[in-house]
């Protein structure tokens, strides 16, 4: 039987009661042993072994998941024998104590092997219907069949959970989130988070609360993070003038979307967020919110914005419904433009014309 258990082969207590810290601040339960020799039976079957040594006898086979975990530098030598056994990194505590978390928490979580992504959506102009859009694509990527994570980053927007109809259902909103370290994991946020199934798939959601303080930057990071890891469809909901928080999500998009009422004060103003967001260097595109007498046609707010557009939403009727109703409905241009913003994440060329 294959044994699940990450191996540490180390002989400096203090190096191993340091890890046993760490493994056990991310619930992990590892196999330890003195030497080499004792591990010899573990070697191929550990998913991950962290040592102190290399082996020098040439009896132990070669493997991946190896890494060489220190008190002190490697010198030159040491440097170059890692290298030459495979070793895939070095974390020399107790400063790389991320790269040993990291390691060990892939073993409990075991990331999946679906790509996750992650979308941002920010209004252009206020009153824009950012919420609406952002529930929207996490509400279309449950649907057909994935696993989505809504993120709630607007302090001040009243809780995304409003606009799901979500309000009364049990777990906990970001003030009573406590992320101690730098990393958590979807499994526990699954257990903690309200969630709703949503035709083949389901969705989880960290709204903010009618009061309280909002997330703190290393919260939204380790969130996010998480998310992708699991292979979710991870869908944040910015404010429109973005702090240290929203900046960890924009720093991790994949697409930034922009909700831009389709009028010359909502273009100019659109145009303005992106200036702001032009350093995080993400692929931006727009969702056009517009009466059917705007009067602007598809090219004019891509001239005025300076991206291109993604989805055409019309009757803002749809969004106001939506808002007004308790609730996210069915309303069909509204998931038809959540289409278009997700074929965008995956990296398609899809556009809405309504």
């Known amino acids: 039987m294959t044994d699940n258990r990450p191996l540490v082969v180390v002989a400096d207590h203090g190096v191993r009661d340091h890890v046993a810290r760490l493994a056990a601040a991310v619930g992990c339960a590892p196999r330890y042993v003195d030497d080499l020799t004792a591990a010899r039976p573990h070697w191929g079957d550990a998913p991950l072994v962290l040592l102190d040594e290399l082996p020098t006898d040439g009896g132990l086979p070669r493997r991946a998941g190896l890494l060489l975990v220190r008190a002190e530098a490697p010198d030159d030598a040491l440097w170059r024998a ?20 990291t390691a060990l928490a892939d073993v409990v979580e075991r990331p999946s092997t679906r790509e996750g992504r992650v979308l941002a959506v920010i209004g252009g102009r206020g009153g824009a219907g950012t919420s609406v859009l952002a529930a929207a694509a996490g509400v279309r990527a449950a649907r057909t069949g994935g ?58 959601v960290l709204s ?69 967001l032009a350093s995080h260097g993400t692929r931006t595109g727009a969702v056009v919110r517009a009466r059917t007498d705007s009067g602007l046609t598809e090219a004019d707010v891509a001239d005025a914005v300076g991206v291109p557009v993604l989805a055409w939403l019309r009757d803002e009727r749809a969004v106001r419904r939506a808002l007004d109703g308790g609730g996210l409905g069915s309303q069909r241009r509204l998931a038809r433009a959540a289409e278009a913003v997700l074929a965008s994440l995956a990296g398609h060329t899809a556009a809405t014309r309504r």
């Open 82 to 101: 890692a290298v030459a056994s495979g070793v895939d990194g070095v974390a020399v505590l107790p400063a790389d104590e991320d790269t040993v978390i």
């Open 147 to 204: 696993a989505a994570l809504l993120v709630d980053c607007d302090p001040l927007g009243g809780g995304i959970d409003l606009v799901l109809g979500a309000e009364a259902d049990d777990g906990l909103r970001w003030p009573d989130l406590r992320v101690t370290s730098g990393r958590v994991s979807m499994t526990e946020l699954d257990a903690a988070l309200p969630s709703r199934r949503r035709g083949r798939g389901r969705i989880a």
């Open 208 to 276: 903010c609360d009618r009061a309280g303080p909002g997330p703190t930057p290393a919260a939204v990071a380790a969130v996010v993070d998480a998310g992708r890891r699991a292979g979710r469809t991870v869908v944040c909901d910015l404010p429109r003038h973005p702090g240290p928080a929203a900046d960890e999500v924009l720093n991790r998009a994949d697409l930034v979307v922009l909700v831009v009422p389709a009028d010359v004060r909502g273009c100019v103003a659109a145009g303005r967020v992106r200036e702001r």
